[in-house]
C-alpha cells in the first residue's frame, strides 16, 4: 500500500492511498466543514459551469485538498454523501482539522480568508480544537496569533474587538514567541479602547 499526498505552501491535494494493485482508494480527509448557505460544488477548481451538485445549508462537508494563497483564486475541494467537488472558502464555516501538517496549513490560510463577523467565534474554535489535537505543537500559537492579526486589520464592532482581544491576552499570558509582541498589541487596544471612550464622553458634553 502506498500513501501519495502533495503540500506546496499553502496548496495542500488530495492525499491517495493506492493499493499494491493500483487501485486508487478515495482521498484522505484533513478536516470538516459545513455549508453556511446552500451552495453549489463544482468539477473544476475554477468553479464555472454546471455545478456537479448542491449542498443545503449546514451539510456536512469532509474536506480532502485546497489552495489558500490569497490571490482570489482560493478553493476548497470537498465531498458529502456522494458530492465532491470545489467550493469557495466563504461558504464554508472555519474547518476542524484532522491531520496535524495539512491541518496546521489549511487553517494557516483559511483564517486569513474569513470576513464574516458571525463566523470568528468559531475561527478560534477551530485553533483551540487543532491546538487539543496536536498536543504541544507551538504552532498553535502562529494560528492564535494569525487570527488576532487578521481581527485587527477588519476592525468591525466591539464583538470582533472582544474575539480580537481575547486572542491577544492568550498569547501574552504564555511565555513564547508572540508574548511580547501580543502584549505590546494589547496595550495597543487599551490605548483604543481609551480613545473611543474619551471622543464619546466629549460628544456627549457637547
Same mark, same amino acid.
Given at each position: 500500500?502506498?500513501?501519495?499526498?502533495?503540500?506546496?505552501?499553502?496548496?495542500?491535494?488530495?492525499?491517495?492511498?493506492?493499493?499494491?494493485?493500483?487501485?486508487?482508494?478515495?482521498?484522505?480527509?484533513?478536516?470538516?466543514?459545513?455549508?453556511?448557505? %446552500?451552495?453549489?460544488? $463544482?468539477?473544476?477548481?475554477?468553479?464555472?459551469? +454546471? @455545478?456537479?451538485?448542491?449542498?443545503?445549508? =449546514? *451539510?456536512? /462537508?469532509?474536506?480532502?485538498?485546497?489552495?489558500?494563497?490569497?490571490?482570489?483564486?482560493?478553493?476548497?475541494?470537498?465531498?458529502?454523501? %456522494?458530492?465532491?467537488? $470545489?467550493?469557495?472558502?466563504?461558504?464554508?464555516? +472555519? @474547518?476542524?482539522?484532522?491531520?496535524?501538517? =495539512? *491541518?496546521? /496549513?489549511?487553517?494557516?490560510?483559511?483564517?486569513?480568508?474569513?470576513?464574516?463577523?458571525?463566523?470568528?467565534?468559531?475561527?478560534?474554535?477551530?485553533?483551540?480544537? $487543532?491546538?487539543?489535537?496536536?498536543?504541544?505543537?507551538?504552532?498553535?500559537?502562529?494560528?492564535?496569533?494569525?487570527?488576532?492579526?487578521?481581527?485587527?486589520?477588519?476592525?468591525?464592532?466591539?464583538?470582533?474587538?472582544?474575539?480580537?482581544?481575547?486572542?491577544?491576552?492568550?498569547?501574552?499570558?504564555?511565555?513564547?514567541?508572540?508574548?511580547?509582541?501580543?502584549?505590546?498589541?494589547?496595550?495597543?487596544?487599551?490605548?483604543?479602547?481609551?480613545?473611543?471612550?474619551?471622543?464619546?464622553?466629549?460628544?456627549?458634553?457637547?
Amino acid at each position: 500500500m502506498i500513501v501519495c499526498s502533495v503540500v506546496f505552501g499553502s496548496v495542500a491535494t488530495a492525499a491517495y492511498i493506492f493499493r499494491d494493485e493500483g487501485k486508487r482508494l478515495p482521498p484522505a480527509s484533513i478536516g470538516s466543514t459545513y455549508a453556511v448557505q %446552500g451552495m453549489n460544488v $463544482y468539477q473544476g477548481t475554477d468553479m464555472t459551469g +454546471p @455545478p456537479s451538485g448542491v449542498v443545503p445549508r =449546514q *451539510g456536512q /462537508l469532509e474536506i480532502t485538498g485546497f489552495k489558500l494563497a490569497g490571490n482570489g483564486k482560493d478553493w476548497i475541494q470537498v465531498r458529502s454523501r %456522494g458530492v465532491s467537488g $470545489y467550493v469557495h472558502p466563504s461558504e464554508v464555516a +472555519p @474547518p476542524k482539522v484532522s491531520n496535524r501538517e =495539512q *491541518g496546521y /496549513l489549511l487553517l494557516k490560510g483559511f483564517l486569513g480568508t474569513i470576513d464574516n463577523p458571525s463566523l470568528m467565534s468559531l475561527a478560534v474554535d477551530s485553533v483551540d480544537s $487543532y491546538r487539543h489535537y496536536s498536543g504541544a505543537d507551538a504552532r498553535a500559537d502562529e494560528l492564535d496569533w494569525t487570527l488576532a492579526e487578521h481581527l485587527r486589520t477588519l476592525k468591525s464592532g466591539e464583538d470582533l474587538a472582544r474575539v480580537e482581544r481575547l486572542e491577544y491576552s492568550k498569547l501574552a499570558a504564555k511565555p513564547g514567541e508572540y508574548q511580547q509582541r501580543a502584549e505590546a498589541r494589547m496595550a495597543e487596544l487599551s490605548a483604543r479602547t481609551r480613545s473611543v471612550s474619551q471622543n464619546t464622553t466629549h460628544l456627549v458634553r457637547r
